[in-house]
């Protein structure tokens, strides 16, 4: 079992940045690809970032592409988001996720994503 913990998450005003950071814990961790979603009030969970385990392949949402960056640290087992540029309508439960080894597509699909962390609240303000 993967263990998933989500933090950097708080309250900003629009125009900050702030970086969330994803632990993986667990068995050996040898994932396919780690993931961000986010889910607003009253909305659907959301894709935002990807990134795969082997390699630096990135995937963006349209919504975030520019502002946000994706990274990891395959020693601490650990996914960066890097938020800039926050505007309100990013205030959202912000997921991480993880895939298992041989899986990666497709990946802004819930369905590629085996593994989720308790979720990190972001409000960003006016």
């Known amino acids: 079992q993967v263990q998933l913990v989500e933090s950097g998450g708080g309250l900003v005003q629009a125009g900050d940045s702030l970086t969330l950071s994803c632990a993986a814990s667990g068995r050996t961790f040898s994932g396919g690809i780690m993931g961000w979603f986010r889910q607003a009030p009253g909305k659907e969970r959301e894709f935002v970032a990807a990134i795969r385990w082997s390699g630096s392949t990135t995937y963006y949402a349209d919504s975030v592409k520019g502002r946000f960056t994706i990274s990891r640290d395959n020693a601490k087992n650990t996914v960066y988001l890097q938020m800039n540029s926050l505007k309100p309508e990013d205030t959202a439960v912000y997921y991480c996720?993880?895939?298992?080894?041989?899986?990666?597509?497709?990946?802004?699909?819930?369905?590629?994503?085996?593994?989720w962390g308790q979720g990190t609240q972001v409000n960003v303000s006016e």
């Open positions: 996720a993880a895939g298992p080894a041989g899986r990666w597509y497709p990946p802004d699909r819930s369905v590629t994503y085996d593994y």
